[in-house]
């Protein structure tokens, strides 16, 4: 599988504006990534939550 080349400012350097295999940008993927760390805390406190009621029941 072939993949395209990063993007390269004029001093050819990776720019933030670089491509993941996929094309996403990477960026996105970054805040997407926090958006599913937020969630997983999210979840995980609802789930030590839910234990507790679950036990004082």
């Known amino acids: 599988m072939e993949f395209p080349p990063p993007c390269r400012d004029g001093n050819d350097s990776i720019t933030s504006s670089a491509l993941s295999p996929m094309g996403v940008k ?10 599913l760390s937020e969630e997983a805390e999210r979840l995980q406190a609802a789930s030590v939550e ?8």
Do not use: N
């Open 50 to 57: 839910f234990s507790y009621l679950q036990r004082v029941r």
């Open 26 to 35: 990477l960026p996105r993927i970054r805040e997407l990534g926090t958006q």
